[in-house]
């Protein structure tokens, strides 16, 4: 079992930046390809961004050039970096973890953590 526990979210206004962290406990976390998610009201929830286990990194084409995905093995935490932010960028954000090599896939990932809110106003 991996348990992830996400923070960092919040309110702010478009053009600023948040910095959400998730911080995993459980098993071998350097061993868990990482990925950020985010569900918006009446939406499916969709793919954000993700980082392999050696530090490659993928991102959907929305938020390529304002948001970056990165992890601390030793702190056993994976962060997100949002700068730029839009409304449109309003959401649940999700961390995940998962073993398996399709990491923009959201049925690949087995562990989820709770989610936490972040909310762009124009």
């Known amino acids: 079992q991996v348990q992830l526990v996400e923070s960092g979210g919040g309110l702010v206004q478009a053009g600023g930046s948040l910095r959400l962290s998730c911080a995993a406990s459980?098993?071998?976390?350097?061993?868990?390809?990482m990925g950020w998610f985010r569900q918006a009201p009446g939406k499916e929830r969709e793919f954000v961004a993700a980082?392999?286990?050696?530090?490659?990194?993928y991102y959907a084409d929305s938020v390529k050039g304002r948001l970056t995905i990165s992890r601390d093995n030793a702190k056993a935490t994976v962060y997100l970096q949002m700068n730029s932010l839009k409304p449109e960028d309003t959401a649940v954000y999700y961390c995940a973890a998962t073993l398996a090599s399709l990491v923009v896939v959201r049925t690949a990932y087995d562990y989820w953590g709770q989610g936490t809110q972040v909310t762009v106003s124009s």
């Open positions: 980082i392999s286990r050696t530090g490659g990194t």
């Open positions: 459980g098993r071998t976390f350097s061993n868990y390809r």
